[in-house]
């Protein structure tokens, strides 16, 4: 079992910066496939970005690409979401994600391990 926490969230104005934490525990997750995806009030959820085992591949959703950046720390077990330029539609509870799938995948079917959330409100 993989527990996953995520941290780091806040208000932030239009245009500023938040760092999204996710820290497991219970396993390494060295050899999975990490994402973050997000929901919206009234809203499904809808994936962010995801990061092979080794970092080495990422995937973006066109809404973020180029604003956000997805890393991990195998070694500290935990995966990261640098977010800039924030804009309102961003407004999301934004959730990390594990998947023993070794490529990168935007299904959160694929996911079977999740954290509770953290709220992220983007003020204009």
């Known amino acids: 079992q993989v527990q996953l926490v995520e941290s780091g969230g806040g208000l932030v104005q239009a245009g500023g910066s938040l760092r999204l934490s996710c820290a497991a525990s219970?396993?390494?997750?060295?050899?999975?496939?990490m994402g973050w995806f997000r929901q919206a009030p009234g809203k499904e959820r809808e994936f962010v970005a995801a990061?092979?085992?080794?970092?080495?591949?990422?995937s973006y959703a066109d809404s973020v690409k180029g604003r956000f950046t997805i890393s991990r720390d195998n070694a500290e077990n935990t995966a990261y979401l640098q977010m800039n330029s924030l804009k309102p539609e961003d407004t999301a509870v934004y959730y990390c994600?594990?998947?023993?799938?070794?490529?990168?995948?935007?299904?959160?079917?694929?996911?079977?391990?999740w954290g509770q959330g953290t709220q992220v409100t983007v003020s204009s």
């Open positions: 990061i092979t085992w080794s970092g080495g591949d990422t």
């Open positions: 994600a594990a998947s023993a799938i070794v490529v990168l995948t935007a299904n959160a079917n694929e996911y079977s391990y």
């Open positions: 219970g396993r390494s997750i060295r050899s999975y496939t």
